[in-house]
């Protein structure tokens, strides 16, 4: 008892076992999990709409369509929606004990990378305009300048800049290219894969737009998600993608006032 109590002689105590490591979803566990992300990326829009109906005494279709297609809704929608999809993503990625930051590539990276990448973007959507011109197609504000004179009329013109251009690129990009990207190309789907399966889920996002501008989002995000496996940065596509909507943003603000 005595050799028991001796600090040189600690009592043997047994090890608490190991923490299973962490891991990473698969297809079936990432393709469920991104469809509970989608959901409350949807719910948390819906619930400004649902909000904005519940304020009108006696509402009509007439009213609806325009409650929701009107530039304040959408703008608070998109916002109401990045911390939905945050909270979501979070439930999502800690079961697998892997950081937050980690599984979504929350990381920096260069200014040489940001440069290569702005080129990128900026030599995609040049060809594209090539191509829309080619094509005769009439340059219009379409369903972007609908939108930002609906704002501007309700004086939330600089909500929907701050929706389209930080609220949306955050949400859109952790989603795709952080959490599905993540998830899939650590499958048979490989790297290239997984950037074109979340490449077309992200169009799927956009069906607002006719094809020839659905064409245009998916060779964008095919390019985003190849930087993202390229430099292992998604704030780098946060960032790119935050840009290409402002110049799209400014873009049909010019187009609409010639109209």
């Not at 079936?28 to 009108?56: E, H, S």
């Not at 009329?153 to 609220?167: D, N, S, T």
């Amino acid at each position: 008892m005595t050799d028991a109590l001796a600090p040189e002689n600690p009592p043997l105590t047994a090890a608490p076992p190991p923490l299973p490591p962490p891991r990473v979803w698969k297809f079936w566990g990432t393709t469920l999990w991104g469809l509970f992300v989608f959901g409350g990326m949807f719910l948390g829009q819906l619930a400004v709409v649902i909000y904005f109906m519940l304020k009108q005494d006696a509402p009509n279709i007439a009213t609806v369509i325009q409650t929701v297609g009107g530039g304040l809704t959408i703008a608070l929608s998109i916002i109401t929606g990045l911390p939905a999809v945050l909270l979501a993503l979070w439930i999502a990625i800690r079961p697998t004990r892997t950081p937050f930051a980690d599984y979504l590539a929350l990381r920096w990276t260069s200014w040489k990378n940001f440069a290569i990448g702005m080129a990128a973007l900026a030599l995609l959507v040049g060809v594209w305009g090539l191509v829309s011109r080619a094509l005769g197609r009439e340059v219009s504000p379409g369903f972007m300048g609908d939108v930002l004179k609906s704002a501007q009329a309700e004086g939330a013109l600089w909500l929907l800049v701050i929706a389209f251009c930080i609220a949306a690129p955050v949400s859109e990009e952790l989603f795709a290219r952080g959490f599905l990207y993540r998830g899939w190309s650590e499958t048979a789907l490989r790297p290239g894969g997984a950037i074109l399966l979340s490449s077309l889920v992200w169009t799927l996002l956009h069906l607002q737009y006719d094809w020839f501008s659905l064409s245009e989002v998916f060779s964008i995000g095919f390019v985003f998600g190849y930087l993202r496996y390229r430099f292992n940065s998604t704030w780098l596509t946060i960032v790119l993608h935050g840009l290409n909507n402002l110049a799209a943003t400014l873009q049909a603000l010019w187009l609409a006032g010639q109209s």
